[in-house]
């Protein structure tokens, strides 16, 4: 798979490319990471990216031109993503879906957003969660991360399936613990030192089930 960054700040990316998971992807060749610097695509000689909004208020806009111009340089028509706080909230599920893709453009939105044509231009608009950031970069961070660990052979598949938002469940992941056993009085569970395997497996399922309540309840309507 080919990941397509658009972005205005490409050294964002240089450490979270270059380590775990991500890192090992790319040696394995299962993943290419590819940085389009938008100012290129701008005509003038200022190399502007972004306007005042039409109608007033605050804020600068993105130029739906120079979006296009970075989007339509990129060979073999990828699957293209614009990276917006008004787009559809993006979810474990978007991921499994986009790991079937090949090539994947990922429009990194910044200032007060980008021109609303833009969307015409996408095949989706993703927003990750119900918060402001203040660009698209850390977006398409999560994506290319979320997407790359559920490419067959990147991780082993069995440590996919009790994850949290796995495809196949719909409860949180229950609580690990490693050494020390004893860590300023909080104690390592009994029950997963007890070496019975069908009752730790009964208790993991019922703290599952805990957290998901407490944390995330609306996960128990799906």
């Known amino acids: 798979m080919t990941f397509h ?16 998971i991500l890192k090992r992807a790319q040696d394995l060749k299962k993943i290419k990471i590819e940085i389009v610097n938008i100012r290129d695509f701008a005509d003038d000689k200022h190399k502007t990216v972004d306007d005042k ?9 993105m130029k739906v031109d120079v979006l296009v111009k970075a989007l339509e340089s990129i060979g073999g028509k990828p699957y293209s993503i ?11 599920k978007s991921a499994l879906i986009l790991s079937k893709k090949s090539q994947i453009a990922l429009i990194c939105g910044h200032y007060e957003g980008t ?3 833009t969307e015409k231009f996408v095949d ?7 918060f402001i950031l203040t660009g698209g970069e850390i977006g398409a961070m999560a994506i290319v991360d979320s997407t790359t660990r559920l490419i067959p ?10 994850e949290s938002f796995a ?4 409860l949180l992941e229950y609580p690990q613990y490693t050494k020390p056993e004893e860590f300023r009085g909080l104690k390592v569970p009994k029950i997963l030192l007890s070496g019975n395997h069908q009752e730790i497996e009964k208790w993991r399922k019922i703290q599952a089930l805990r957290g998901t309540r407490k944390n995330r309840p609306d ?4």
């Not at 490409?10 to 979270?16: L, Q, S, T, Y």
């Not at 989706?124 to 119900?130: E, N, V």
């Not at 495809?167 to 719909?170: D, S």
């Open 115 to 117: 021109d609303a044509r």
């Open 82 to 92: 614009l990276l917006s706080a008004s787009g559809e909230k993006y979810t474990q």
């Open 124 to 130: 989706k608009t993703y927003s990750i969660g119900d």
């Open 167 to 170: 495809v196949k469940k719909t």
């Open 153 to 162: 052979k990147v991780i082993n598949p069995e440590s996919l399936e009790s």
């Open 219 to 222: 996960l128990l309507n799906t």
């Open 5 to 20: 960054i658009l972005t205005l700040f490409a050294e964002m990316f240089e450490g979270i490319f270059s380590q775990s």
């Open 53 to 61: 909004p039409y109608g007033g208020g605050r804020g600068m806009v």
